[in-house]
């Protein structure tokens, strides 16, 4: 059984820092791209930042330059590292992954359960 637990949300000022967390677990072949996602109060799923099994990434207009998305494969760890937050960044961040638990199986999608993040004076 494969899970994804997200840490590292909380309160912050306007202006701050916050880093979060993803660590995959359980029976895992390969894990391919990892992504981040955020949902708002009343708004829908909208993807933030998302990184191939390379290293290769890829930032929504709204974070690019504020946001940087990398991962540990060696501990099968995605982090997001989010600089001078704005109030329009408060919401629940997801991670989610493409993962293989054999080498015989296709990609499943996979998600954690959420971390709230919100920024706020």
């Known amino acids: 059984q494969v899970q994804l637990v997200e840490s590292g949300g909380g309160l912050v000022q306007p202006g701050g820092s916050l880093r979060l967390s993803c660590a995959a677990s359980?029976?895992?072949?390969?894990?391919?791209?990892m992504r981040w996602y955020r949902q708002a109060p009343g708004k829908e799923h909208t993807l933030v930042a998302d990184?191939?099994?390379?290293?290769?990434?890829d930032y929504a207009d709204s974070v690019k330059g504020r946001f940087t998305i990398s991962r540990d494969n060696a501990k099968n760890t995605m982090y997001l590292q989010m600089n001078s937050l704005k109030p329009e960044d408060t919401a629940v961040y997801y991670c989610?992954?493409?993962?293989?638990?054999?080498?015989?199986?296709?990609?499943?999608?996979?998600w954690g359960q959420g971390t709230q993040v919100t920024v706020s004076s």
């Open positions: 989610n992954a493409d993962i293989q638990i054999t080498k015989a199986t296709v990609p499943l999608d996979y």
């Open positions: 359980g029976s895992i072949f390969s894990i391919l791209t």
């Open positions: 990184i191939t099994v390379g290293g290769s990434t």
